[in-house]
């Protein structure tokens, strides 16, 4: 069957999907006295959106693919990998060691929170590769359902832009800058779309497809646990941030019910 008459309707849905986390982003233009209680509830927001995606969407499908064997083997190369990473990082340079003002607001880029909103968009931005790959594979050979997972990824990447601008925008003081991170963020997503039209559309398999998605939510899980939610207990009340992610996760939830 020739799909060749697809690609160009498929990379746009793909697109499209990906680039929804400029929504989100735009959130820092209604911010307008700022105030680091929001900060935390943004954070912890961010944490449950990523740890419900992790376990009750990308898990299952991977599970339900390549079985629980492989998935765990993916799921903990990706956390693996994400925590060598961050080990890589020098104490002096890593915010788990570094003791921050919660209330200031002055002229300086605060160092901790920016590198918390640029890890989490560099981690969305990898998330979002595998489902690039899933939209445009969908797509590819069933606009119909094509359009569907895109819709779905479309709704669940306007959170993941809030998480992106909201602490940059706090770091910086800049809401174009918070805007274009979280905008940019989404371009995993076309990304995945191009590389799968290069190179891997004769080899893309399910079983790579899922492995992917296992690897993405380790990655998520290890990013929510060790920085998202240290950070937003650091900067509000715990109970904000508890408040932030039950938000998240039924905000996830609610999108993948309705869909």
Sequence with gaps: MDLSGNISPALLLTTLAGLSTGIGGAIAYFIKKPKMVYLSLSLGFSAGVMIYISFMELMPKALAAIGEIWSIIA???????IGLIDMSIPEVKNPHHLK????????????PIMRVGLFTALIIAIHNFPEGLA???????????????????????????ISVSVPIFYATKDKNKAFIYAFLSGLGEPI?????????????????????LAFAAGIMVYISIDELLPMAHRYGHSHTAIIGIVLGMITMAIGLILL
Excluded at 75 to 81: L, P, R, S
């Design 192 to 212: 995945g779309a191009v590389i799968g039209i290069l190179f891997l559309l004769p080899f893309l398999t399910t079983e790579v497809l899922s492995s992917l």
């Design 75 to 81: 799921f903990f190369i990706g956390i693996i990998v």
């Design 135 to 161: 939209t445009f594979g969908a797509a590819l050979t069933n606009m119909k359902l094509g359009i569907v997972i895109a819709l779905a990824i479309a709704i669940h990447n306007i959170p993941e832009g």
């Design 100 to 111: 921050v003002s919660s209330d200031s607001w002055g002229t300086q880029v605060d160092k």
